[in-house]
């Protein structure tokens, strides 16, 4: 009976995590397949461009189609890039990243039907991250951190809610 205690108690510790929210890694993940999916879904030469302004002229857009498809959207401030917006080909999920003006990256994360979903990053204009976490729907769920200095430990709270990967929505592949 002795020997079959630690079996037990494993298979137990396995079955009893089953029922257990996702976990950061798998989050990231999602993330990282999502992104290389709308990254790869935008990726055509256009075949063409048509740009658009505000007002005052400052704000230039160019958005850039393959066969009537909208792959890129990108922003420029006073001829600085400041944004690009990768979209898949169902035009559903999109890749966002906005930029300091030295050109690192500001902000970067994955937007469904409008809505930010998964790992969402903010970095300082030196390149560090300040604040990462998972988003659902808009809303902050998991675990985030922030840093208030390069290199230090993170702070960490806790937001709940952590949701499991299949209320997730999928990409399709093309």
Sequence with gaps: MKKLLPGWILASLILSSCGQPQTRVA????????????????????????YTFNQDSTLKTAWQYHDKHLMTKKGFQQSIFRFEINYS????????????????????????KNEAYGLSTWYDCK????????????????????????????????????????????????
């Design 27 to 50: 989050h990231e993940l999602w993330y990282k397949n999502t992104k290389e999916r709308i990254l790869q879904q935008s990726s055509q030469e256009p075949d063409s461009v048509r």
């Design 89 to 112: 080909k169902d035009g559903l999920f999109e890749l966002r990243r906005e930029m300091c003006e030295n050109g690192k990256l500001a902000f970067e994360g994955i937007f469904y």
């Design 127 to 174: 390149g560090n991250p300040i604040n990462q976490g998972v988003k659902y729907k808009d809303q902050s769920i998991g675990s985030w951190k922030s840093w208030k200095k390069p290199m230090e430990t993170p702070a960490e709270m806790d937001y709940g809610n952590n949701l499991p990967l299949d209320s997730f929505p999928t990409l399709k592949k093309y």
